[in-house]
């Protein structure tokens, strides 16, 4: 994968639930198809972080599959997830690797702190991250 497209205010709202969410992680899922080399994010979902840990993320796993479901009767696809790291670093831990599965899936980290916030992308490869650019660009849908 070469770049995401994400929409300025798809970054402004990961933002909005970070802060929220702090000193906790938020979570979702990022909705979207696939074009040659690119993947085009065209809607967020929020998804309840059910981790007891306030450093970790677990999304619940019935919102999980109903949006799944919603994505493909669209025609469309879940291409990543995204969450938050309230120690301010937007880049993927070890628990991320450890719960990372699916070849070239996306991950948006919002690495937030009490006065900012830095939004990495990373896909994974199946063996590692690799950053993946970001392509601001209004929302194709």
């Not at 990022?30 to 065209?42: D, I, K």
């Not at 840990?53 to 619940?60: A, Q």
């Not at 879940?78 to 990372?100: F, L, M, Q, T």
Request: net charge negative; charged share 25%; aromatic share 6%.
């Amino acid at each position: 994968m070469t770049v995401l497209v994400l929409p300025p205010e798809f970054a402004a709202q990961i933002e909005r639930e970070a802060r929220a969410a702090f000193p906790r992680e938020c979570c979702g899922l990022v909705e979207g198809r696939r074009e040659e080399s690119r993947a085009v994010a065209t809607a967020l979902h929020p998804v309840k972080n059910l981790s007891p840990d306030t450093d970790r993320f677990e999304l619940d796993p019935a919102a999980h599959l109903r949006l799944l479901r919603e994505a493909r009767q669209a025609g469309r696809e879940i291409i990543g997830c995204y969450h938050s790291h309230p120690n301010g670093r937007a880049e993927p831990s070890k628990a991320d690797a450890a719960g990372a599965g699916e070849t070239d899936f996306l991950w948006l980290i919002a690495g937030v702190t009490e006065k900012a916030m830095t939004l990495g992308i990373f896909a994974w490869t199946g063996r590692d991250f690799t950053l993946v650019p970001r392509l601001a660009a209004a929302p194709a849908d």
